[in-house]
Protein backbone atom coordinates (compact mmCIF):
# COMPACT_ATOMS: atom_id res chain seq x y z
CA UNK A 1 0.00 0.00 0.00
CA UNK A 2 1.01 3.76 -0.12
CA UNK A 3 3.09 4.92 2.65
CA UNK A 4 6.06 7.46 3.54
CA UNK A 5 9.07 6.99 5.41
CA UNK A 6 10.61 9.98 7.34
CA UNK A 7 14.30 10.05 8.77
CA UNK A 8 13.87 9.24 12.13
CA UNK A 9 13.74 11.93 15.42
CA UNK A 10 14.95 14.01 17.17
CA UNK A 11 17.22 16.12 15.25
CA UNK A 12 19.07 18.90 16.83
CA UNK A 13 20.91 21.79 15.42
CA UNK A 14 22.59 25.06 16.32
CA UNK A 15 21.09 28.17 15.25
CA UNK A 16 21.64 29.12 11.67
CA UNK A 17 22.48 25.98 10.82
CA UNK A 18 21.26 23.80 7.60
CA UNK A 19 18.79 21.41 7.88
CA UNK A 20 17.73 18.55 6.12
CA UNK A 21 14.84 16.35 7.01
CA UNK A 22 14.56 13.19 4.26
CA UNK A 23 11.13 11.63 3.28
CA UNK A 24 10.45 8.98 0.57
CA UNK A 25 7.10 7.59 -0.27
CA UNK A 26 5.70 4.56 -1.87
CA UNK A 27 2.09 5.36 -4.12
CA UNK A 28 1.00 4.26 -7.26
CA UNK A 29 0.25 6.96 -9.84
CA UNK A 30 1.32 10.88 -9.46
CA UNK A 31 0.50 11.84 -5.48
CA UNK A 32 0.25 15.47 -4.58
CA UNK A 33 3.14 15.91 -1.93
CA UNK A 34 3.12 17.43 1.32
CA UNK A 35 5.33 18.76 4.53
CA UNK A 36 3.19 19.87 7.71
CA UNK A 37 4.50 21.26 10.60
CA UNK A 38 3.54 21.02 14.29
CA UNK A 39 4.44 23.58 17.14
CA UNK A 40 4.14 22.28 21.15
CA UNK A 41 0.74 22.13 21.94
CA UNK A 42 -1.12 22.87 18.79
CA UNK A 43 -2.80 20.39 15.72
CA UNK A 44 -0.64 20.81 12.44
CA UNK A 45 -0.54 23.10 10.13
CA UNK A 46 0.72 23.22 6.52
CA UNK A 47 4.04 24.17 5.63
CA UNK A 48 4.11 23.82 1.62
CA UNK A 49 3.54 21.17 -1.43
CA UNK A 50 3.92 20.35 -4.42
CA UNK A 51 1.39 18.35 -7.17
CA UNK A 52 3.63 16.99 -9.56
CA UNK A 53 7.05 15.94 -10.31
CA UNK A 54 9.97 18.40 -10.38
CA UNK A 55 7.50 21.39 -8.71
CA UNK A 56 9.41 23.31 -5.40
CA UNK A 57 7.43 24.07 -2.48
CA UNK A 58 8.29 26.68 -0.22
CA UNK A 59 7.16 28.54 2.50
CA UNK A 60 8.82 30.40 5.47
CA UNK A 61 12.30 29.61 4.37
CA UNK A 62 11.59 26.19 4.12
CA UNK A 63 11.90 24.20 0.17
CA UNK A 64 11.25 20.55 -1.05
CA UNK A 65 11.44 19.23 -4.59
CA UNK A 66 8.99 17.04 -5.71
CA UNK A 67 11.62 13.90 -7.07
CA UNK A 68 9.46 11.13 -8.83
CA UNK A 69 12.75 9.54 -9.93
CA UNK A 70 13.61 8.98 -6.29
CA UNK A 71 10.12 8.79 -4.72
CA UNK A 72 11.61 11.47 -2.33
CA UNK A 73 10.51 15.07 -1.02
CA UNK A 74 13.28 16.19 0.85
CA UNK A 75 12.56 19.42 3.93
CA UNK A 76 15.37 22.12 3.34
CA UNK A 77 16.05 25.24 4.96
CA UNK A 78 19.12 27.16 4.61
CA UNK A 79 19.51 28.63 8.04
CA UNK A 80 17.23 27.76 10.99
CA UNK A 81 15.59 29.49 13.97
CA UNK A 82 15.16 28.13 17.36
CA UNK A 83 11.38 29.40 16.77
CA UNK A 84 11.72 26.04 13.86
CA UNK A 85 11.62 23.92 16.78
CA UNK A 86 8.61 21.80 16.10
CA UNK A 87 7.98 18.01 14.55
CA UNK A 88 7.73 17.70 10.70
CA UNK A 89 5.47 15.96 9.20
CA UNK A 90 5.50 14.30 5.74
CA UNK A 91 2.64 13.32 3.90
CA UNK A 92 0.91 12.14 0.49
CA UNK A 93 -2.40 12.18 -1.21
CA UNK A 94 -3.90 10.63 -4.12
CA UNK A 95 -7.14 12.15 -5.52
CA UNK A 96 -8.22 8.59 -6.18
CA UNK A 97 -8.64 8.71 -2.35
CA UNK A 98 -10.54 11.86 -2.14
CA UNK A 99 -9.11 13.97 0.68
CA UNK A 100 -7.40 11.08 2.60
CA UNK A 101 -3.51 12.00 3.37
CA UNK A 102 -1.07 9.31 4.32
CA UNK A 103 1.40 10.69 6.96
CA UNK A 104 5.03 9.73 7.64
CA UNK A 105 5.84 8.85 11.73
CA UNK A 106 7.11 12.86 11.80
CA UNK A 107 10.51 13.97 12.72
CA UNK A 108 10.91 16.08 15.51
CA UNK A 109 13.07 19.33 15.35
CA UNK A 110 14.99 21.09 18.36
CA UNK A 111 16.98 23.88 17.33
CA UNK A 112 19.66 25.14 19.98
CA UNK A 113 20.91 29.08 20.67
CA UNK B 1 -11.79 33.60 11.45
CA UNK B 2 -12.31 30.92 13.61
CA UNK B 3 -10.53 27.51 12.86
CA UNK B 4 -11.76 24.05 13.73
CA UNK B 5 -12.94 23.94 17.28
CA UNK B 6 -12.67 20.85 19.40
CA UNK B 7 -13.63 20.44 23.23
CA UNK B 8 -12.73 18.77 25.85
CA UNK B 9 -9.43 20.61 25.10
CA UNK B 10 -8.19 17.82 28.01
CA UNK B 11 -10.46 14.56 29.34
CA UNK B 12 -9.42 12.47 31.97
CA UNK B 13 -11.69 9.27 32.93
CA UNK B 14 -11.38 6.75 34.69
CA UNK B 15 -11.31 3.04 31.98
CA UNK B 16 -15.16 1.69 31.28
CA UNK B 17 -16.54 5.03 30.76
CA UNK B 18 -18.32 6.65 27.97
CA UNK B 19 -15.56 9.58 26.14
CA UNK B 20 -17.23 11.95 23.85
CA UNK B 21 -15.05 14.29 21.48
CA UNK B 22 -16.67 17.09 19.75
CA UNK B 23 -15.82 19.26 16.76
CA UNK B 24 -16.76 22.01 15.18
CA UNK B 25 -15.34 22.19 11.59
CA UNK B 26 -14.52 25.74 10.07
CA UNK B 27 -17.48 27.03 8.19
CA UNK B 28 -18.13 26.26 4.51
CA UNK B 29 -15.81 22.98 4.82
CA UNK B 30 -17.12 19.79 3.61
CA UNK B 31 -14.66 17.47 4.22
CA UNK B 32 -13.55 16.35 8.18
CA UNK B 33 -11.10 14.14 9.62
CA UNK B 34 -10.30 12.34 12.49
CA UNK B 35 -6.97 11.11 13.56
CA UNK B 36 -5.28 10.04 16.78
CA UNK B 37 -1.44 10.50 17.86
CA UNK B 38 0.72 8.72 20.00
CA UNK B 39 3.88 8.16 20.44
CA UNK B 40 4.03 4.69 19.69
CA UNK B 41 2.02 4.58 16.35
CA UNK B 42 2.24 8.75 15.53
CA UNK B 43 -0.48 10.10 13.35
CA UNK B 44 -3.13 7.83 12.52
CA UNK B 45 -6.45 8.72 10.15
CA UNK B 46 -9.54 6.91 11.91
CA UNK B 47 -12.36 8.26 9.63
CA UNK B 48 -13.46 10.92 7.40
CA UNK B 49 -16.49 12.40 6.08
CA UNK B 50 -17.40 13.93 2.94
CA UNK B 51 -20.51 16.37 3.05
CA UNK B 52 -21.27 14.39 6.55
CA UNK B 53 -21.15 10.69 5.09
CA UNK B 54 -18.63 8.88 6.42
CA UNK B 55 -15.72 7.72 3.45
CA UNK B 56 -13.43 5.54 5.11
CA UNK B 57 -13.95 4.15 8.44
CA UNK B 58 -11.04 1.60 8.19
CA UNK B 59 -8.81 2.96 10.56
CA UNK B 60 -11.52 3.32 13.82
CA UNK B 61 -9.98 0.65 15.75
CA UNK B 62 -12.54 -1.58 17.00
CA UNK B 63 -16.54 -1.50 17.88
CA UNK B 64 -15.88 0.62 21.20
CA UNK B 65 -15.47 3.76 18.19
CA UNK B 66 -17.84 5.61 16.60
CA UNK B 67 -18.09 8.80 14.90
CA UNK B 68 -21.53 10.48 13.79
CA UNK B 69 -21.55 13.97 11.71
CA UNK B 70 -25.76 14.72 11.85
CA UNK B 71 -24.82 18.28 9.92
CA UNK B 72 -22.44 19.82 8.39
CA UNK B 73 -20.89 21.61 11.49
CA UNK B 74 -20.64 19.14 14.00
CA UNK B 75 -19.06 15.83 14.54
CA UNK B 76 -18.59 13.59 17.37
CA UNK B 77 -16.14 10.53 18.09
CA UNK B 78 -17.28 8.38 20.92
CA UNK B 79 -15.82 5.47 22.66
CA UNK B 80 -17.51 3.08 24.37
CA UNK B 81 -16.55 1.79 26.84
CA UNK B 82 -12.76 3.21 26.99
CA UNK B 83 -9.79 1.47 27.77
CA UNK B 84 -6.03 2.60 29.20
CA UNK B 85 -4.93 1.88 25.54
CA UNK B 86 -7.25 4.40 24.43
CA UNK B 87 -5.14 7.46 25.64
CA UNK B 88 -3.74 9.58 23.01
CA UNK B 89 -4.29 13.27 21.56
CA UNK B 90 -7.07 13.00 19.04
CA UNK B 91 -7.07 15.59 16.10
CA UNK B 92 -10.12 16.94 13.59
CA UNK B 93 -9.49 18.62 10.61
CA UNK B 94 -11.07 20.04 7.92
CA UNK B 95 -10.90 21.00 4.36
CA UNK B 96 -12.84 21.59 1.48
CA UNK B 97 -14.09 18.58 -0.41
CA UNK B 98 -11.09 17.59 -2.72
CA UNK B 99 -8.78 20.61 -1.11
CA UNK B 100 -5.31 20.05 -0.80
CA UNK B 101 -4.90 21.94 2.67
CA UNK B 102 -6.47 20.01 5.70
CA UNK B 103 -6.90 22.43 9.09
CA UNK B 104 -6.11 20.97 12.24
CA UNK B 105 -7.76 22.08 15.49
CA UNK B 106 -5.85 21.99 18.71
CA UNK B 107 -6.90 18.21 19.80
CA UNK B 108 -8.11 16.76 22.34
CA UNK B 109 -5.89 14.70 25.24
CA UNK B 110 -7.37 12.02 26.52
CA UNK B 111 -6.06 10.38 29.56
CA UNK B 112 -7.97 7.21 30.22
CA UNK B 113 -6.81 5.91 33.66
Known amino acids: GDSVTQMEGPVTLSEEAFLTINCTYT??????LFWYVQYPGEGLQLLLK?????DKGSNKGFEATYRKETTSFHLEKGSVQVSDSAVYFC????????????FGQGTELSVKP | DAGVIQSPRHEVTEMGQEVTLRCKPI?????LFWYRQTMMRGLELLIY????????DSGMPEDRFSAKMPNASFSTLKIQPSEPRDSAVYFC???????????FGPGTRLTVL
Open chain 2, 93 to 103: ASSWLGGDEQF
Open chain 1, 27 to 32: ATGYPS
Open chain 1, 50 to 54: ATKAD
Open chain 1, 91 to 102: ALKKSVQGGKLI
Open chain 2, 27 to 31: SGHNS
Open chain 2, 49 to 56: FNNNVPID
